[in-house]
């Protein structure tokens, strides 16, 4: 990106436009190099013209939810990075259960303001960082029950600004994954649950919650569950912990001593710390077990080969 670029995009944006913005502010991991440009849109309208002028001049474009399942290269990012965290932030929950939410809005929301009216189906979500955009793209799930389960369609942009619907039969889901376009950014999405009993859903919210609370390092800033766990195998936690790579650190990053799945950072952790530890892990159980695990974080930037 040029200054010629930044000026011209400049004058499309009324919202945030930062620049050389640091991406530690804006992932739950709190690592990052910088970003050329970090932009939250207003309205449909701005994001649409910066779409279209990334495409035409062929600058880098990430889209990014609350940055909770990313590693930001120590490098960090050049080209524009773009969030609907702050600015899209309507949600409609009607009588019939319906849920139309934007994609900036956080699913923890979403799931408290929806099961305070009686909506069942999304208890075991409680607890999940994340906007509704991010978890949709993610399929992000726990404990069984995936945010696809109750989703019926989703409005996106195309690389060009231009609307897309996609309904629940074109989009495939998968454990954390979904078919949605890399290159398209999720704006809206509808989701149709049903109503249930107040004091079940409490329960097995409670029973989520805490179920989270005495298994992850929560005190800690970190992205998640590192790996996928490996199809109808031992889950990726075991697998690092049965390793003997508990509590193993590198730098300012540790493998989590409370679930192996975790990579945590103590305070000053690099990415090239969480590389190196994400290195470890994965060779150490494909030696010991003949199992390779992938990740589920998204890498963002330079890395090399992992
Ligand atoms: C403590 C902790 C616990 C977690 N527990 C769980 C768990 O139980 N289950 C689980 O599934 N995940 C879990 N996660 C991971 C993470 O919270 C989810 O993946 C979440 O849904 C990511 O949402 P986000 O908005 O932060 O997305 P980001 O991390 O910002 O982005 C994730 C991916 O989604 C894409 N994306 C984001 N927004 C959009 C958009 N609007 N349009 C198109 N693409 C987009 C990004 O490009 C990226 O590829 C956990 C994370 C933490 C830190």
Known sequence: MNQSDI????LMIQGDLLLNEPMHKHTTFGIGGNASCYIMPKTINELKKVLKYSSKNNINTFFMGSGSNILVSDIGYNGIIISLKRTFKTLEIKEDATINSDSGVMLGSMVKKATSKGIK?????VGVPGTVGGALYMNAGAYDHEI????????????FGNEKMYK????????RYSSFPKNEILIKATFKYHKGNPETILKKKKTASLSRKTSQPLKYRSAGSIFKNPEKKSPAGYLIDKSGLKGFTIGGAQISDKHANFIINKGNAK???VIQLIKLAKQTVFEKYNIKLDLEIKLLGEFGAI
């Open 148 to 159: 696809s389960n109750y989703f019926e369609s989703a409005i996106l942009l195309d690389q």
């Open 121 to 125: 189906g999304m208890e075991s979500l």
């Open 271 to 273: 990415a090239e710390d």
């Open 7 to 10: 000026d011209n995009i400049q």
């Open 168 to 175: 629940k039969k074109d989009v495939k889901f998968g454990y």
